[in-house]
């Protein structure tokens, strides 16, 4: 899978991909040449790996049926995954623990939740951040 580097105004590089849809049915270890890809995940009890951090960006999406598939993603133990999820009024914050999993809890999912996250390149608790999501992801 190809990628390009982009560079912002600071001057930092990331691989971006042009928005792959990558359908997954088994537990998977990202890359980052995955970088830019977007996931849909039909099968219950998946696993997804994040590399080490870095300046990157995924999306997940949940294409199951209602109730049916629990979402895990998975940091590697340096890292964190931090930010906000808002849906009707409920707000869960998190604030990046180290190897700590965000998870599309099976019993609310429904077809179309989804997360975005964004890699800092900074391992610690703040080395993913959500920066969109539907659905409910703890």
């Known amino acids: ?43 219950d009890a998946i696993a997804i790996t994040l590399p080490s951090t870095f300046l990157g960006e995924y999306t997940f999406i949940n294409t199951g049926a209602a109730g049916n598939n629990i979402i895990t ?8 995954i931090a930010g906000t999820i808002t849906l009707a009024g409920t707000v869960v914050t998190r604030v990046g623990t180290a190897d700590a999993d965000l998870v599309n809890t099976k019993a609310t999912s429904t ?3 989804s997360v975005k996250i964004v890699g800092t390149g900074v ?16």
């Open 1 to 43: 899978m190809g990628y390009e580097q982009k560079t912002d105004v600071a001057g930092n590089n990331a691989p971006i991909e042009n928005n792959l849809v990558v359908g997954v049915t088994v537990n998977k270890t990202l890359t980052r040449e995955d970088s830019g890809s977007v996931f849909a995940i039909a099968t």
């Open 123 to 138: 391992a610690g608790t703040g080395a993913w951040y959500i920066v969109s999501s539907t659905g409910i992801w703890a």
């Open 111 to 113: 077809k179309g939740n």
């Open 73 to 80: 993603i998975s940091p590697q133990a340096a890292d964190g």
